[in-house]
């Protein structure tokens, strides 16, 4: 059994490497002041410390593996910044996953399945999440990490809310790609200029920028993504079983807004394989659209809610009388060039298939 040393000195080179490392992968390093653990190849190896002091720790692990990491924290203390050095590490099918949230989990599930031995990195904002993320094979990693290699398959998953500067995020996210795979930005269907329940499809003008904040911040991102040979898919309002407007209007009962508005919907797991679809197929700056074709109105979707029977609360109605009316999207290219269609082609048949 070949044996791996690690000492890691405060402000100094983490490094390991084994007497006959057969593969070469990445590593994270967690500690504490009773024990250690490393995050190797999808899994959480944990190792006993042999000699520590205030300065220095050596752990040893029964790992074939040859890695590299420089800490700069003392034991004990958490890793704000690290730096992994890994040439050589990354896999053709390994994928970058920028705000692995909700739809990003979806999609590592889904890629892992499709890609099995091929690896997940997620970025994140804070460390709240990345023993969820670590659970599910997801390699997690602070935004601002600083890593010398880059990936061949990036999905920026991160919605705007939480990034005041956002075109910046995502402009950092195309520098990670190396640009052999795909890179994919997950937009919104908003940028499409129709309010007044039209017809929408992937040719349908968009909105003049200047007109909106939130639409010129779209925009703007989506073109640094178009210019740096990534492609976006515009996603209608997703949904699942407890997440989306359905559920937030049910928890509220009541809501002033206009019941004939209408909406575009996409389960998560549609979303998910269809952005899959679009980074399998190595496409250079695209625009695709996601939505079941099937439109409806707010009206529409919450009687089907109350109807179902799925649901232990109902919704009691919408008041509102004024407000700005929606579009009804199309995707029939999107499917036609990729292939693609959806699992739940319609919101009533996903209620449906509630047990």
């Not at 994270?28 to 959480?44: E, I, P, Q, R, V």
């Not at 075109?167 to 129709?194: I, M, Q």
């Not at 740096?228 to 928890?251: I, N, P, Q, S």
């Not at 008041?319 to 292939?339: A, F, H, I, Q």
Request: net charge neutral; hydrophobic share 35%; charged share 20%.
């Amino acid at each position: 059994m070949n044996t791996t040393k690690f000492c890691l000195t405060s402000c100094s080179e983490f490094v390991g490497r084994s007497h006959k490392p057969k593969k070469l992968n990445s590593a994270f390093l967690t500690s504490n002041s009773a024990c250690s653990s490393l995050y190797f190849a999808g899994k959480l190896i944990k190792f006993a410390a042999v000699r520590q002091s205030d300065s220095t720790a050596s752990y040893w692990v029964s790992t074939p593996i040859s890695v590299k990491v420089n800490a700069f924290s003392t034991i004990g203390a958490p890793n704000d910044e690290l730096e992994a050095s890994s040439e050589g590490l990354i896999g053709a099918n390994d994928l970058l996953i920028v705000g692995p949230g909700v739809l990003g989990r979806i999609v590592a599930e889904k890629w892992l399945k499709e890609n099995p031995g091929s690896q997940i990195y997620g970025q994140t904002l804070t460390t709240d999440h990345h023993d969820e993320l670590i659970k599910m094979g997801i390699i997690p990693s602070l935004k601002g990490t600083q890593v010398t290699h880059k990936f061949p398959n990036v999905i920026f998953c991160a919605p705007p809310s939480r990034n005041p500067d956002y075109p910046g995020e995502v402009r950092e996210a195309t520098l990670n790609w190396n640009g052999e795979g795909s890179f994919l930005f997950t937009s919104s269907s908003a940028p499409y200029d129709c309010n007044d329940n039209g017809s929408c499809d992937e040719d349908t003008p968009v909105v003049p920028l200047g007109r909106n904040p939130k639409t010129d911040n779209l925009l703007t991102v989506e073109t640094l993504v178009l210019e740096a040979g990534g492609c976006v898919v515009r996603l209608a309002g997703l949904y699942k079983e407890d997440r989306g407007a359905h559920t937030y209007w049910l928890k509220k009962g009541l809501a002033d807004i206009r019941p004939d508005h209408i909406l575009n919907l996409i389960h998560y797991e549609d979303a998910a394989s269809l952005s899959i679809t679009i980074l399998k197929k190595k496409l250079r700056s695209r625009i695709f659209l996601g939505c079941d074709n099937n439109p409806l109105s707010r009206q529409e979707v919450m009687q089907l809610v109350n109807k179902s029977g799925k649901y232990s609360t109902k919704f009691e109605g919408f008041t509102g009388t004024t407000g700005p009316l929606g579009k009804k999207l199309n995707n029939l290219k999107t499917r036609t060039e990729l292939g693609w269609e959806p699992k739940y082609p319609s919101f009533a048949q996903f209620l449906e298939s509630l047990e």
